[in-house]
């Protein structure tokens, strides 16, 4: 008689929406992330052409098939030399990062669960650090050890430590308070097993916000400091160093800027896209689901 | 009987002479159990005796004084309930003995458990006797428990704790355990996060984490609080059952009377930080004591008495930053008087003892007694 429609179990699938992965917006800043990372891997194979190869009769070149993104001052291939940027930059920013966190979430993590004195010595000495401004402190410390792509990684984690530490410590403080860690003492769980196994866990979560964030920063001010000629030193190809080199023709050959100032948007996007997807799985109300 | 609360030497002399007939006076309803209980705690070493415990809060402008010098013992396999109204001290009380209090806390006197005085107890040790020998249940198993970690974990974590056992076979003996209390397929619901368990079910998981290495005592602070009224009778069953298997001796904290009636042995009424009447279960819903007690019992809706207006104990708490001198409820007591002012000892009364003048004092001679205590305060 009445033909039974098949029941679809759509609503099955949508009901794992991986929120710790950031949901829909994180997904699609993963992918963006996993396809640069893949681009910066995979360079040699995908380059064109050799991002040091002078071509004399293709200086300014303009975009075409065989170079997508034009040619420079010395005629080298734009989209070769944005690829092989993609590993400096990528590799700062997300080395970076987590050099900071593997500092700045135990000291955090100490400072917060311990209080008192600890506490006070340990935030005193992050304060000192986050006095400085950023860019200051990267200087002066590529001043004492030179510049190249090591020392920008170093003086961005040193940056970065402090803002670490403290986003650690505001959540574990609130963590520390939760009556599951009150039952976990109870239990006569040692004060190491409790921050590992219960006040890490969840209080994690808006350091790996802020963390996603922060690399986002990181691109940034590592090209500041490229631009700078503070960070990689020429010939390497990396996007603030090509950022620096192609102001100087902006009106002549703009595809010299453009692209690599797109390369940038591009991951600062990824990173971003990130932090929000994950900020929003991270929500109290969206947990409690 | 238990130590008494001796505060002024000079009320000693006054006491002497009345206890004794304010004992035989009581319409005491000593029934066989009470007084084999009363005949074995003059014989057998307390599990947990409190002497004198006082804990203070302190604050940046003021000292709240939570628990105001409580003496208290409780027999090994005993069932005491801890009654009183929020805020009176009671999971204070066993905050103390856990050693979980804040640091600002400061708790003076001594917890004896077995004998051996708590509070001065080094950190490490107080660990190793938490969730060992000593466990506790709290409220709200909503939130006691991990919502990032899997149920199973968190009692085998108990454990692990304690013992150098294997993961597997502290696997193996929380399953046992889960089945214990009560979950249906333990082995399928070990890996699953709270959230996934309804709340009777999470305070079985909680109870069983409790009872993970067991325990001689058990504290359980308002355990049936948070859940509903026919799962609270499951979860008071399977405690009552459990202590009897494992031979514990559980402090039920409540403010719960009809908790109180269903499954205690003996009964401490505490109020504004003090504890007003110890007494068996029978003895005090029979012939309460301390005005106190009585307003409480007379506050409680009963069957026979269907209509009219709920009886409602005048008054307001006493500040606990500014608490009142000697006894603590005197402003809402309607047999108030001079000698008030003073703490009042602990005396002998039945099968128990109260924390109140009426006991001592006899009305007549009450304006003369007066003279003589604040002639000497």
Known sequence: MIALEPVTVTSRRRRIPMPRWGGREGMAGWIILGVLVLVALLAPVLAPHSTEAIDGSRIFGAPDWSHPFGSDDLGRDVFSRVLYAYRASLSIAIGSVLLAMAVGIPIGLIAGYAGGWTDLVLMRAVDLLLAFPALLLAISLIAILGPGGLVALLAIAIIYVPI??????????????????LGARARGASHWAIVRGHVLPNAIGPALVQASVLMAFAIIIEAALSFLGLGAQPPTPELGLMLAEGNNYLTQAPWVEIFPGLAIALSVLAFNLIGDGLRRSFDPGQLAR | MSAP?????????QKGGTVGAAV?????TAS?????????????APILAFDDVRVDYRGRSSTVSAVAGVSLELRAGETFGLVGESGCGKTTLSMAVMGLLPDRAQVSGEIRFRGEDLVTMPAGRRRRLRGDDVSMVFQDPATSLDATFPIGEQVAETIRAHRSVSRREARDRALQLLAEVGIPDPAARYSDPPHRLSGGMRQRVVIAAALANDPDLLLADEPTTALDVTIQAQILDLLAQLKQRHGMTMLLITHDLGVVAQICDRVGVMYAGQLVEVAPVDQLFAAPRHPYTRALLQALPSRAQRSGRLAVVEGQVPDLSEPPSGCRFKERCPHRMPVCDTTPAATPAGAGSVACWLETVDRATNVELAEQVGGAA
Do not use: F, H
């Open chain 1, 164 to 181: 670490m530490a403290r986003v650690v410590r505001s959540s574990v403080l609130v963590v520390r308070n939760q009556p599951y860690v």
């Open chain 2, 5 to 13: 609360l001796e505060k002024d030497g000079q009320e000693d002399g």
């Open chain 2, 24 to 28: 035989t006076a009581s319409p005491t």
């Open chain 2, 32 to 44: 066989s159990t009470t007084a084999s209980s009363t005949t074995a705690s003059a014989t057998a």
